[in-house]
């Protein structure tokens, strides 16, 4: 009778082991690589539906219904980061690209029914593939303006619907982790996350910084039209 394994056995386990550790890892990191590539092409859509929207009615949706200022703003007008609303203009942005082409498989709302939506055929805004909830509002805080807002709004409520987390809103305001985020600004920007048209970032104790590694949770901010050449 054997009394346990002889070292071949246990080497020939441990390599079955250790490759299937190696298969694990690969399959997670090309499934991480294929939601990458997914949201670039998702913003590009998303420019290359706006820019269309622009040449046909010369103008921003949401903008057009409101002040026609080429702006799209909340009820705040121009307000800064820590004052943005999903309302107005800002809410009206999906809604008007929408009926005019975009995503058409769904039916886009202005109107907050309980909780924010991007996940069903009645969404607020889009969700995309990669992030923890991840959503994109239009906002402007000059002296930048419309700009994508790509975090998590899950908790934004219909009688809530301020975005930010120094102004009551109480939801996991970051929605991607940094390195997923340094991806993406290397394939869509500079590839420096404080810098150019696609930015990383965090709120932290009533400030907004650039995300960092030891971060684990960022939101995304990036100019409309930029992938098409037009800011």
Known sequence: MRNGFTLIEIAIVLVIVGLLIS?????????NTSKIQTFVRQIQQMDVA????QTRFNGLPGDLQGNKNGVVEDSGANGPLASVNFNNETANFWLQLNLNGFDSTKHYTSTITGTFNSDSNNPNAPAFSL???????????PPEINLY?????????ASNTNMSPSLG???PFNAFVYVDGLSLDKKMDDGNVSSGKFKVAYYNSGSYSACVQSNPKCYIQMNILSQVGQQ
């Open 149 to 157: 807002l790509i975090a998590d709004f899950s908790a934004i409520t």
């Open 50 to 53: 706006i820019s269309n929207y």
């Open 23 to 31: 298969g694990i890892l690969i399959g997670q990191s090309m499934i």
């Open 169 to 171: 809103y109480t939801g």
């Open 131 to 141: 992030g923890t909830n991840g959503s994109a509002i239009i906002f402007a805080s």
